[in-house]
């Protein structure tokens, strides 16, 4: 993944920044609440949600597990069409691919529909470094390029951003990109999506190459299909000569029939909408525009081969975990320091980045384990699951496993137990209020208990169970 975040400290310590950010908090608050309440009510409209979530989540689990013969089939279909293919083991193949097919074509700038594939890789921050300007054209895109900022939200990048702050961000940066805003520009969300507009179609019109993303992949035909809600994925995809699409090779479905469950599922899971405004689909080169599509796998074939981390492949960047997390709620998207924010975030980033850096081994402690994530899932990822085997498998977990194989011990014979229960006894003065070393955070939040004097088994045989 990219290096963007990398460096940040671990999650306890951006956590706890966050958290004293009281308008952060609002912001928060405000926006995921209102999201969560209109999927409740989008999904019990459809009585038949148990089985669509079922079906959703059989699909992908049959794709992954025969992903080889799919996305053959996929460049099979694509080459077919007339368009170009293109395979990336990691983030800095794809970007050079990338770089290297713009750079064909004389242009130094390209607009990009919303894309989480090439923020993962940093895309944008390469194109830079050839020269090459890519400008965001999803609205909660723009803001968070304007501002020089991270997005912080899956489905609403500037989440973390109130109209107020959009307006100032629009006045002082847009004339760098582009056309200015309007001197007069008021806070009023149809003023600043106005600006927005005007400033767009001006790059829209003038820009020969485009750089997108897809929600999903039709193996049987090689379309890809964008779900967005502005119209500016519409714009990107048929005004330039040159279409490029980075899309991870987990987007992959096997047929048009596949696809039917899953534009019930996501709008309803993401917006809270019976069906998104704009579905925009291409397959192969159309209309004398060039295509190239650039598969990535940047540690997804890593992903695959773990028996219980694959399950989170089937995500499909809905965002309902984050909408229902209570920790994701007050510490906000830029506390995981991912492009993968919130539970999904948390199991998925150390996935494809390893746990190498401390950030990275504190995800899958990112997390209260409730369940939450879990249930509003509309493909049936056991996030909790996965945070738990993700636990026993970074650095920092290794007193926790020399202690439970300890536990273990004493716990398979009563005697054993008994000795532990008298020793603890008699150095109960000597309990530290506070665990030492790696095991003191979990004395940050919580007392240790205080160890009685006489063990319940000691009490049981002395009185003959209390009667005498």
């Known amino acids: 993944m990219s290096g963007t975040f990398l460096g940040m400290p671990a999650f306890p310590a951006n956590a706890a920044v966050a958290v004293r950010d009281s308008q952060l908090r609002y912001n928060l608050r ?66 050079r691919i990338v770089a290297d097919l713009v750079k064909a074509t004389g242009e130094t700038t390209v607009v990009k529909v919303k894309s989480m594939a090439t923020q993962e890789i940093g895309l944008n921050e390469a194109l830079l470094a050839e020269g090459i300007t890519a400008y965001e054209t999803d609205l909660a895109e723009l803001i968070v390029q304007l501002g020089d900022d991270w997005p912080s939200h899956i489905l609403v990048p500037a989440i973390h951003r109130n109209r107020s702050e959009i307006r100032e961000i629009f006045q002082e940066k847009m004339a760098d990109w582009g056309r200015a805003a309007p001197e007069d520009l008021t806070d009023e969300p149809r003023a600043l999506a106005e600006a927005a507009r005007l400033h767009l179609r001006e790059r829209f019109l003038s820009t020969k190459v485009a750089v997108s993303g897809a929600n999903f992949m039709i193996a049987e035909t090689g379309t890809l299909v964008v779900l967005e809600s502005e119209g500016n994925g519409r714009m990107c995809l048929t005004l330039p000569e040159t279409l490029i699409s980075v899309v991870g090779i987990e987007k992959l479905l096997p047929s048009w029939r596949d696809l039917e469950v899953f534009l019930q599922l996501l709008p309803r899971s993401s917006t809270g909408e019976r069906m998104n405004p704009y579905t925009s689909t291409w397959t192969g080169a159309t209309e004398g525009q060039e295509f190239h599509l650039v598969l990535l796998d ?44 919130g539970p999904i975030g948390a199991i998925l980033t150390p996935q494809l980045r390893g746990t190498a850096s401390e950030l990275d081994a504190s995800l899958p402690y990112a997390s209260t384990l409730c369940g939450a994530c879990f249930d509003a899932c509309p493909v049936a990822i056991d996030i909790p699951e996965v945070l738990v085997h993700l636990r026993g498998k970074v650095r920092h977990a290794r007193a926790e496993r020399l202690g439970m194989r300890v536990a273990g011990w004493v716990f398979d014979r009563p005697t054993r137990l008994a000795r532990a229960q008298r020793f603890g006894g008699r150095l109960r003065r000597f309990v530290p209020g506070r665990l030492p070393g790696p095991l003191s955070g979990w004395t940050d939040t919580r007392d240790i208990p205080d160890i009685p004097a006489e063990s319940f088994r000691d009490w049981w045989n002395r009185t003959d169970g209390g009667a005498r």
Not at 61 to 89: C, K, Q, S
Not at 299 to 323: H, M
Request: hydrophobic share 35%; charged share 30%; net charge neutral.
């Open 30 to 95: 405000r926006a995921t609440r209102t999201i969560r309440g209109k999927r409740a009510f989008m999904v019990d409209e459809l009585p038949d949600w148990a089985e669509l979530r079922r079906a959703g989540k059989e699909i992908k689990d049959h794709t992954l597990r025969n992903l080889e013969h799919y996305l053959l089939r996929m460049e099979e279909a694509v080459t077919a069409a007339g368009g170009h293919v293109h395979w990336a083991a990691d983030a800095e193949e794809a970007n």
């Open 298 to 341: 940047n540690g997804r074939t890593n992903v695959l081969a773990d028996e219980v981390g694959r399950q989170a492949l089937r995500c499909i960047r809905c965002s309902a975990c984050l909408n229902v997390c209570p920790v994701y709620e007050r510490a906000g998207g830029h506390a995981y320091g991912s492009v993968y924010p």
